[in-house]
């Protein structure tokens, strides 16, 4: 068990698939759901989103919102992200189902991250 911890999360830095599933709290500590996935820049390499499940009741009726990386900071002490969010923020974000994941365009990513204030990244 220790050997696997070692490959897949050091203190720097986590591998995809232990992300996947982790819970995302806002300052308030209020559960807001958890990372379906993370949506990778081909090219550098970089996070660009977390893909924040959000809504229903045990994962029925739920939601997917993109949410730029750069808004998370992993809480050790919780165990999960922290992003400066309401819940109500949350509910007016960007948003697709489950089934119906959008096509990351420039466009798209312009209106994820206008929402948030922040300006889209130029890569």
Known sequence: MA???ERTETHRLIA???VEGTAVYNPQNEKLGTITSVMIEKRSGK???AVLEFG???GLGSDHYPIPWEMLTYDTDKGGYVVNLT???VEGAPRYARE???EYT???GRTIYGYYGL???ML
């Open 56 to 58: 229903g009741l045990f």
């Open 47 to 49: 996070s660009e989103y």
């Open 3 to 5: 050997d696997t911890l």
């Open 106 to 108: 420039d466009d798209y």
């Open 119 to 121: 300006s889209y990244p």
């Open 100 to 102: 119906e994941a959008p």
């Open 87 to 89: 819940k109500e923020q």
């Open 16 to 18: 995809s698939d232990k």
